[in-house]
């Protein structure tokens, strides 16, 4: 099977946790205006929960990711939220 290119960019979160280099997880990710789940490899473990960026597909609805955490989501270094 072909890698899904789709699935690509999109975020999703860990439903199994990653063991890193011991073996795969198990992710849902928001793609095509839905929600789709696919086994999960990533360098690092990574526990269940973890919100995670797909950075390759693998093919056969494997895909390779990493932790993410949204920059435009979190308030600005200091807390304070920029005030001044």
Do not use: N, Q
């Not at 860990?14 to 073996?23: Q, S």
């Not at 789709?36 to 950075?55: G, K, M, Q």
Request: aromatic content about 4%.
């Amino acid at each position: 099977m072909a890698p899904d290119e789709a699935v690509v960019g999109c975020t999703g979160k860990l439903l199994v946790g990653t063991r890193g280099a011991d073996g795969p997880g198990e992710v849902l990710v928001r793609v095509r205006g839905g929600t789709e789940t696919f086994i999960a490899y990533s360098e690092e473990p990574l526990i269940r929960d973890t919100t995670v960026l797909v950075v390759e597909s693998l093919g056969h609805r494997r895909v390779t990711v990493m932790a993410w955490s949204d920059p435009l989501s979190e308030p600005p270094l200091g807390g304070d939220g920029g005030a001044r």
